[in-house]
């Protein structure tokens, strides 16, 4: 099993970002995929879920209005867009494997201007 | 939203002895389809996580028996009953029984 994100990205303050998180080695309809993120130093914020079998989405309230998770099925990868970015956004932001027993390497998003 | 506390914030240990983490849950984690989410993971310098425990006391494949997990309700533990030098990490508890999905603040392994 492996989960391959995207590389890192640098975006200023107001824009959006996307990263991909492409899975191999299982079945990628058959578990959801979590999205948390990780300030520097800091300790981990659930983002939500996607179900890649069904497009269905749960969100964390903090980024309703602002995240967009999607997947596509055809190359078994999942998406997870964040807009309207803050400096406070800058972080390592990680796909898992429902229940997180499979982790992406992680992708370093920062927001700068 | 659920807090999760551990327990210590860090913790110093010597090689070959056992190590404790507590986390404390601010309300039940007893889902009500009779399981208990919680789950450890750990997290070495520059690596992603790595799920070391689910449901509580279910070791992941390839995790050493020398970790184990126990606990119920609010209170929950992880044990290593010989530390390694491979161990030295940043342990977190977390939760998947209510929504938000929320995680404790890490405790911090090292040398003594």
């Known amino acids: 099993v492996q989960l391959m994100q995207s590389g890192a990205d640098v975006r200023k303050p107001g824009a959006s970002v996307k990263v991909s998180c492409r899975t191999s080695g299982y079945s990628f309809t058959a578990y959801f995929i979590q999205w948390v993120r990780q300030a520097p130093g800091q300790g981990f914020e659930w983002i939500g879920w996607?179900?890649?079998?069904?497009?269905?989405?749960r969100y964390a309230d903090q980024f309703q209005g602002r995240v967009i998770m999607t997947r596509d099925t055809s190359v078994d990868t999942a998406y997870m867009e964040l807009t309207s970015l803050r400096h406070d956004d800058t972080a390592i932001y990680y796909c898992a494997s429902d229940p997180f027993d499979y982790w992406g390497q992680g992708t370093l998003v920062t927001v700068s201007s | 939203d659920v807090v999760l506390t551990q327990v210590p914030s860090s913790s110093p240990v010597a090689l070959g002895q056992p190590a404790s983490i507590s986390c404390r849950s601010s309300q039940s984690l007893l889902h009500s389809d009779g399981t208990t989410y919680l789950s450890w993971l750990q997290q070495r310098p520059g690596q992603p996580p790595r799920l070391l425990i689910h449901k509580v006391s279910n070791r992941f494949y390839g995790v050493p028996d020398r970790f184990s997990g126990s606990g119920a309700g609010t209170d929950f533990t992880l044990e290593i009953s010989r530390v390694e030098m491979e161990d030295l990490a940043i342990y977190y508890c977390m939760q998947a029984t209510h929504i938000p999905i929320t995680f404790g603040q890490g405790t911090r392994l090292d040398i003594k």
């Open positions: 996607t179900n890649p079998k069904t497009g269905d989405t």
